[in-house]
């Protein structure tokens, strides 16, 4: 699986006209024309504190940010995660393959614009790769406590230089390209020091998260920092999981707040048509979609 752009949108929808209410519940459900049902719930008043891996290198401005769990993916399919070398390196000469990847978390940024990469790496692979860095005699710098590396890597036939540097304690190796690539590593290296605060402590991420049942157990997680396929909303997050031996895709837009939301409803609907499950949750709308597990290299894709 190559590294590719990350700045993509996901144009799926969801469903709600108001028919008749029944009341057989303490919660309100609206049937829709295809007799799937929205359900009303609240968010408490206090919620878990959240974090998780995605936390750890998610500059708080970050304008989107996406987590895949390599390990979980290929539990479930091994052909799943495309391609066998992920990052190549003419100086160093060294790779990171496919394979040696447990976790990626992708950042992309606005100011400065630049995409980081996180790979959680196996303990031999990142033992192998630290080595080589650390014996390279290349151009260094230090960002804290960590060492910044300018490396030259080949992508699409080209040769192009960024920065790179890898952090012992959780075995991640980030990396990043292009004129801009210091000051975005750096971002992302403030963050797992605790310089900076992450995007994941935002309210809205919070309150999102709480919908989607945290940061946890998911096969992939992602966070669009901006008004997403459903441009009335402030943030989008989507998720992707196992259930049941099928694949539910999670979409949870967080609204400015629930009054707004609830004048949405319909809207979301039209966006999120093909979901078989909707949740208002005050100012958060969710829509599950289901999908077989055939369909995962596909599914991966949309968290980024």
């Known amino acids: 699986m190559k590294r590719r752009s990350r700045a993509r949108t996901v144009r799926l929808s969801f469903a709600l006209t108001f028919g008749s209410m029944l009341l057989i519940f303490v919660i309100a459900i609206t049937l829709l024309p295809g007799g799937v049902a929205i359900v009303t719930k609240h968010i408490p008043a206090t919620i878990p504190a959240y974090d998780g891996l995605i936390s750890r290198y998610a500059p708080y401005d970050a304008l989107q940010v996406s987590f895949n769990n390599f390990t979980a993916i290929r539990g479930i399919n091994q052909s799943a995660l495309l391609g066998q070398t992920y990052l190549t390196f003419t100086n160093p000469r060294t790779n990171i393959t496919v394979a040696s990847i447990e976790s990626r978390t992708t950042v ?10 996180v790979v959680i790496l196996s303990p031999g692979a990142f033992a192998s790769a630290f080595s080589v860095f650390n014996q390279s005699g290349l151009q260094s710098t230090r960002v804290g406590m960590n060492v910044l590396y300018f490396a030259s890597e080949l992508s699409f036939g080209k040769t192009i230089t960024g920065w790179v540097s890898m952090l012992s304690g959780s075995r991640a190796f980030v990396s990043s ?11 992302v290296l403030d963050v797992y020091d605790g310089s900076q605060s992450s995007l994941i402590s935002k309210t809205e991420v919070q309150r999102s998260l709480y919908v989607l049942n945290g940061t946890d157990n998911h096969l992939g997680i992602g966070i669009q920092n901006y008004a997403g396929t459903v441009t009335s909303g402030k943030i989008t997050l989507i998720t992707i999981d196992e259930v049941s031996n099928s694949l539910a895709i999670n979409y949870a837009v967080k ?17 999120y048509i093909i979901a078989g499950k909707f949740v208002s949750y005050d100012d958060v709308l969710l829509a599950r979609e289901t999908q077989p597990l055939s369909a995962l290299t596909k599914a991966i894709v949309l968290v980024g």
């Open 108 to 117: 992309v940024l606005s100011k400065p614009n630049a995409t980081v990469d």
């Open 177 to 187: 390209t292009g004129d801009t690539s210091q000051g975005a590593v750096s971002m």
């Open 255 to 271: 609204f400015s707040n629930s009054t707004f939301a609830s004048s949405q409803i319909g809207y979301f609907e039209r966006v």
